[in-house]
Nanobody, 117 residues
Framework: QVQLVESGGGLVQPGGSLRLSCAAT????????MGWYRQAPGKQRELVAT???????NYADSVKGRFTISRDNAKNTVYLQMNSLRPEDTAVYYC???????????WGQGTQVSVSS
């Protein structure tokens, strides 16, 4: 079975940093595009960052220059380094894995990120 397990969330002050991790099992990890969504209560789900199987990356304008997505195929893990955090970054962050552009993705269960003073 496919399983994505996020970790690294927590409470941080504005301007601080967190690194999220998503460990995948049950897939040939190196062949999958990976990414992160986030969702805050009352707001639409937002695609934060993606990384392809060839490590090409894309970012939402709201996080560009502050967040970095990366992957370690040897560890079957994708990361989201989050710097210069703002209160509006507060959300549940979800990891996904997708084999093809046309495929439905697999999802993790999410990790809470709270940015508050």
């Amino acid at each position: 079975q496919v399983q994505l397990v996020e970790s690294g969330g927590g409470l941080v002050q504005p301007g601080g940093s967190l690194r999220l991790s998503c460990a995948a099992t049950g897939i040939i990890f190196s062949t999958y595009a990976m990414g992160w969504y986030r969702q805050a209560p009352g707001k639409q789900r937002e695609l934060v960052a993606t990384i392809s199987s060839s490590s090409s990356t894309n970012y939402a304008d709201s996080v560009k220059g502050r967040f970095t997505i990366s992957r370690d195929n040897a560890k079957n893990t994708v990361y989201l380094q989050m710097n210069s955090l703002r209160p509006e970054d507060t959300a549940v962050y979800y990891c996904y894995a997708r084999r093809f552009i046309s495929s439905l993705p697999y999802w993790g269960q999410g990790t809470q990120v709270s940015v508050s003073s």
